[in-house]
C-alpha cells in the first residue's frame, strides 16, 4: 500500500519465520505478548511501518527515540534436535483509527509474503461481561493456593485462515472459535490470509477491556508455545503482573466504594 510502508534498518533471512501482530487490542492482550516476546527472546529492531497518518511522536525508551511501529526479529532459535523457529513482531503504542485497519493489516501480510514468512499469529482480547460484581477481578482460594499466582481462569480460543492453520491449532488442543465477530487488524488478517491462502491465526483469550490484562496475555503466550515447537517460553512473569495490576485495581476498587455517612455521637434533630 502506498500509504503505509515498511522499512528495512536491518536485512535479516526470514524465511520459514513466525510473524506476531502486536497491534493494541481488548485488554492490550497483543501489545503485552508482543513486548513479552521482545525482552523474552530479546529480539533486535530490524525495520519500522511508517505513513503520513501516523501519529507524530516519538516514543522515548532509554534515552532512544523509537518510531510508533516497530519492527523486531530474532535470529533463527534452534533446539537439541537440530530444528529451529525465528519470531518477528510488529509492536504499536498506538490504536490504528477505523481507516488505517485494512491498510496496515494489507502492509503487513504483504511483508510477511515477501520475506517467506510461514505463520502470522494475531493475539486478541475476548470481552469479558461478567456485570458489575466482578469490575475487579477476586482472587479466589486456587489463586491463594498458587503463591498468589492464578493460572487457570482464562479461556483461550483459536481461528485459522486456512484448513492448515486450523489443522495446527486442533494438533496443539486449541478449542476453535466457532461463531462471533472478530473486528480490527485480527479480522482482517484473517480475511487477507484466507483469499491469499496463506495461513494466519488469531489466539483469544477472555480479557477485561478497562486494564491492561496481563493473565490474558500469559494464557495466549503459552499457546504460542505450543505452537512454536522449537522455543520454550515461559509465562510465569506474566502472571505475576497480572496479579499486581489486579491488587492495584483492588485497591482502587475498595478506596473508591461510596461510604455511608455516620450518625453523630450528639446528633442534631434531623437525625433523631
Known amino acids: 500500500m502506498e500509504e503505509i510502508k515498511v522499512y528495512e534498518l536491518k536485512k535479516v533471512d526470514l524465511k520459514g519465520a513466525t510473524v506476531i501482530d502486536g497491534f493494541p487490542s481488548v485488554g492490550l492482550v497483543s501489545s503485552i505478548v508482543a513486548n513479552y516476546l521482545i525482552n523474552f527472546l530479546k529480539l533486535t529492531q530490524i525495520g519500522i511501518m511508517d505513513s503520513i497518518y501516523f501519529p507524530t511522536v516519538s516514543l522515548v525508551r532509554e534515552a532512544e527515540p523509537l518510531n510508533p511501529v516497530r519492527i523486531y526479529a530474532s535470529e533463527k532459535i534452534s533446539s537439541q534436535d537440530g530444528e529451529s523457529d525465528q519470531v518477528v513482531a510488529f509492536i504499536s503504542e498506538f490504536q490504528p483509527p477505523p481507516n488505517l ?92 490470509g484466507k483469499s491469499r491462502d496463506f495461513d494466519v491465526v488469531s489466539v483469544m483469550a477472555e480479557a477485561h477491556p478497562d486494564y491492561p490484562d496481563a493473565r490474558a496475555a500469559a494464557k495466549v503466550i503459552e499457546t504460542i508455545d505450543k505452537m512454536l515447537l522449537h522455543i520454550h517460553l515461559d509465562a510465569k512473569p506474566l502472571y505475576i503482573e497480572a496479579e499486581k495490576i489486579e491488587g492495584q485495581l483492588k485497591s482502587i476498587h475498595a478506596q473508591a466504594k461510596p461510604v455511608k455517612p455516620r450518625k453523630p455521637a450528639y446528633a442534631p434533630s434531623i437525625y433523631r
Request: with cysteine; glycine share 10%; charged share 30%.
Open 101 to 192: 485497519v485494512k491498510p496496515i493489516a494489507h502492509t503487513m501480510l504483504d511483508w510477511a509474503e515477501e520475506q517467506k514468512c510461514k505463520l502470522l499469529i494475531s493475539p486478541e482480547g475476548l470481552v469479558i461481561d461478567k456485570g458489575d460484581e466482578e469490575e475487579s477481578p477476586p482472587e479466589d482460594k486456587e489463586t491463594q493456593e498458587n503463591g498468589g499466582v492464578n493460572e487457570e481462569l482464562v479461556d483461550v480460543y483459536g481461528i485459522g485462515s486456512t484448513e492448515r492453520a486450523r489443522k495446527l491449532l486442533k494438533s496443539h488442543n486449541i478449542a476453535l472459535f466457532t461463531e462471533g465477530v472478530i473486528t480490527g487488524v485480527a479480522g482482517v488478517l484473517l480475511n487477507e
